[in-house]
């Protein structure tokens, strides 16, 4: 077939044209490396303020983690000023025994009984000798009676005790027991309560693992010279409480702070960390229109550090934020600073001092800020709140300060804010 | 064979997206598309005022015939040059889509819809800003999409062979949606932002025009269109109020030389109508067209005639830049060939425009394409 030369060339023009419609179909409108000259209305005004006050309220919580949550048992002596002890409860041990081939039977004798405890000695103080006491503190008094325990660390009531110098401390403590002691106990179907206190030559403290942290103590014992009969080994149970059950799982081993006299933290300061550990609940005011009508793009507290003078004043520490997730229905503040949201979300930032330190000390909380301007029923809206604690709270005497809203205006808290108002961005 | 795929691979890689950024024509509202059908575009515009397919003088419709439908796409590939940078973009746009039927022996009515201010780019680039004190590394990310568009009723009437005209109702609607995004590189301390508007227009303009013969082979073509009220809205909320622009246009067309047509027209568009429009440091101003074109009838193929266009055209454009109006100067050639025994038309131009303010130039090529169906 014979096309002619211009008739070829319409060909050629409408491929062109089909071939530049599926082209223009993916377009390239990125208009980037001539910004910001070539874009206006690009240009979005940052702007900076400072609050203060602006916190609504503030308070020192005292008494954290509760009970026989803490990872770990601080065992602290500070000769006058701090005495941390603890206590480990075997209420369940074993009365029966089956030799091979026979049936059950009583537990008649004991032997090669002992209890063995593992030792965390992370950011310890050990002095050049330590003697670890053990007391029975089995009682019938009230579970939260922790006077009616301390008052069981007497020498009448001592178990055994083991002095190590500094060398022989190592992350495992065994200590051997009565066999008759036991055998005892274990015939009147009574409790095994110990009490742990540590004395040493100069200012001692470690930390002794726990049910919380997977290593917890162990007590182990024979009941029969037969050695196809298994060693008994008994793991810390609490019967009581009874009500709550759950509440009896606390008390499987705990710590009890026989003295702490590091002075408060008095009127203008709040305080957080320290044995038995202190929380800082702070509730803000933040201008309604600031979380509405903006976009905050950074958000810091900034917080006066008051130096504290006393034990561990030297050792560093990290304060960390977390925010409150109780809703403002929740009024009991103890309670509100246990229900919060976990650690790292919305608040990443953290603070790390030594108590003796001074000075200003910021913690980033930009995320919460938007947390909140997405609240919108008043009542079901978390508290515009955060609780600032140790992060290894409850197992270390240091204790960090901070002003107050009470305090003078140039070291009480204050909130930098940088926000972006609501523009009428693209409006030539 | 081996040509027409040669062809084919070479147009499409010319739309294959390029490394791109901002623009001088799109300042402001964004870039006046001139309301041109593809046949206008290759005369560099001059055919507007008589082109039934422009929707620019309702008094033009007769000359479609017994109907019209036709619609068209004007991809651009754009350059800009600064600081010593070659910056390229690719944009498609659908400016013009045209229908219409005779209406009685004399009587014309159409509907069209057209890119008044086209606004379409992205931009993306690295930024560092000062927050609460600290210098801080960003990203910048923005778009926006849409266009002020003309949707026009129409009625035209032809008196006798001399002299025809029309009316046209336009409703100026459409909308802007503009995302903005900043991220920083430490999103732990920094938050990001976002922020999402969306900007209507809503306006009315009338327009007339007529096309006579005062003189064998010479046509005058006039039109005027009269802004009404323009607003924007954000959301819900009023915004701005201002005018829709006025625009006044005539050309003059002489077809005495056989076989070709030759046409002058002039163009004159009251942006300064949209001032309110934006905020208090826009730079807008009116703007002057003038454009010259032919058209030259072209061989038959297979029976089936064709033509050949060119023209040029130079105007400035509403919006400028850094103090600077903007100066745009196009040349351009297209073509066009009637097929299916007259029932519909196939038109192709090539436009090259060069756009200058305060020392930058950006160039464009705009491809258009456009099909015409008279059924």
Request: charged share 20%; proline share 6%; glycine share 10%.
């Amino acid at each position: 077939m014979i096309i002619s030369p211009l008739r070829r060339a319409w060909r050629v023009v409408l491929v062109a044209g089909a071939a530049a419609f599926l082209g223009a179909c993916n377009e390239q409108l990125d208009a980037g490396s001539a910004c910001p000259s070539l874009c206006p209305g690009l240009s979005v005004p940052i702007k900076d303020t400072v609050l203060s006050p602006v916190l609504e309220f503030d308070t020192t919580l005292v008494g954290y983690p509760s009970i026989g949550t803490e990872e770990g048992i601080p065992l602290a002596s500070r000769g006058d000023t701090l005495d941390v002890r603890g206590v480990i409860r075997f209420d369940s041990l074993v009365v029966l025994f089956a030799p091979p081939g026979d049936t059950l039977r009583p537990v008649s004798r004991v032997d090669s009984a002992f209890v063995r405890m593992r030792l965390n000695l992370t950011q310890s103080r050990l002095p050049s000798s330590l003697t670890f006491e053990l007391y029975d503190v089995d009682t019938i008094a009230d579970d939260g009676n922790t006077a009616a325990v301390l008052a069981l660390f007497r020498p009448g009531r001592l178990i055994t005790s083991r002095t190590l110098t500094r060398a022989e401390i190592t992350d495992s403590l065994r200590f051997p027991l009565s066999s008759a002691w036991l055998l005892q106990k274990i015939q009147a179907r009574a409790n095994v309560r110990f009490g742990l206190r540590l004395i040493g030559t100069g200012p001692a403290s470690l930390r002794v693992h726990s049910v919380e942290t997977g290593l917890n103590a162990e007590m182990r014992y024979h009941v029969s010279p037969d050695t196809a009969v298994r060693q008994v080994i008994v793991s810390p149970y609490s019967k009581t409480p009874i009500e709550p059950p759950s509440l009896a799982s606390d008390f499987r081993d705990y710590a009890v702070v026989a003295r702490n006299a590091l002075p408060g933290a008095g009127a203008f300061a709040f305080s957080t960390g320290g044995v038995p550990a202190r929380r800082a609940y702070l509730r803000f005011n933040v201008p309604q229109w600031l979380i509405d009508s903006t976009t905050i793009v950074r958000a810091t507290l900034v917080l006066t550090q008051a130096p504290q003078r006393g034990f561990d004043q030297y050792d560093s520490v990290t304060v960390i934020g977390q925010a409150v997730a109780a809703t403002n229905r929740i009024r009991d503040l103890y309670r509100s600073s246990q229900i919060l949201i976990p650690a790292g979300l919305f608040i990443a930032d953290s603070i790390r001092v030594a108590p003796a330190d001074s000075g200003l000390r910021s913690l980033e909380m930009n995320s919460l800020l938007r947390v909140w301007s997405s609240s919108t029923s008043a009542a079901e809206a978390p508290q515009r709140a955060i609780v600032l604690l140790q992060k290894e709270e409850g197992l270390h005497g240091a204790e960090v300060r901070f002003f107050n809203a009470r305090s003078p205006a140039s070291v009480r808290p204050r909130l930098r804010l940088s926000y972006i108002p609501r523009v009428n961005f693209g409006v030539p | 064979m081996r040509r027409l795929l040669a062809t084919a691979l070479l147009a499409a890689a010319s739309a294959a997206p390029l490394a791109g950024q901002g623009a001088l024509s799109l300042q402001g509202f964004g870039y006046p598309v001139g309301q041109n059908s593809t046949r206008s575009s290759g005369a560099g515009g001059s055919l507007g005022e008589t082109d039934p397919g422009s929707p620019i003088n309702p008094g033009a419709l007769p000359g479609a015939g017994r109907s019209l439908f036709s619609v068209q796409i004007d991809p651009e590939y754009r350059r800009l040059s600064v600081d010593g940078r070659d910056v390229n973009t690719t944009t498609a746009r659908f400016p013009v889509i045209s229908v219409g039927t005779r209406a009685g022996e004399r009587g014309f009515l159409g509907v069209s819809f057209a890119s008044l201010l086209d606004r379409t780019w992205d931009a993306a680039y690295a930024d560092s800003v000062t927050v609460g004190g600290d210098r801080v590394a960003s990203r910048v990310a923005t778009s926006v999409r849409g266009a002020v568009n003309d949707a026009r009723i129409a009625y035209a009437w032809q008196f006798n062979e001399r002299l025809q005209a029309g009316v046209a109702f336009h409703a100026i609607t459409g909308a802007n949606r503009m995302r903005l995004s900043r991220t920083f590189t430490d999103s732990t301390k920094f938050g990001s932002l976002a922020q999402e508007t969306t900007l209507s227009y809503a306006g009315s303009a009338v327009s007339a025009g007529l096309v006579s013969r005062p003189v064998q082979h010479l046509y005058l073509a006039a039109s005027a269109r009269l802004g009404g009220v323009m607003r924007t809205r954000t959301g819900d909320s009023l915004a701005t109020r201002a005018h829709a622009p006025n625009r006044y246009g005539a050309s003059l067309t002489y077809d005495g030389i056989p076989g070709s047509t030759l046409m002058l027209r002039l163009n004159r568009e009251q942006w300064t109508r949209m001032r309110s429009l934006g905020q208090s440091t826009l730079d807008v101003r009116d703007a002057t067209e003038i454009s010259a074109g032919a058209e030259i009838a072209g061989p038959k193929v297979q029976g089936t005639p064709s033509q050949f266009r060119l023209g040029a055209r130079t105007r400035g454009l509403p919006f400028g830049w850094n103090g600077h109006a903007v100066k745009e100067q196009v040349l351009a050639v297209g073509g066009g060939a009637t097929v299916g025994r007259g029932w519909a038309s196939f038109d192709v131009s090539l436009q090259r425009a060069v756009r200058k303010a305060g020392g930058l130039t950006e160039k464009g090529t705009i491809l258009s394409v456009g099909l015409t169906v008279r059924p």
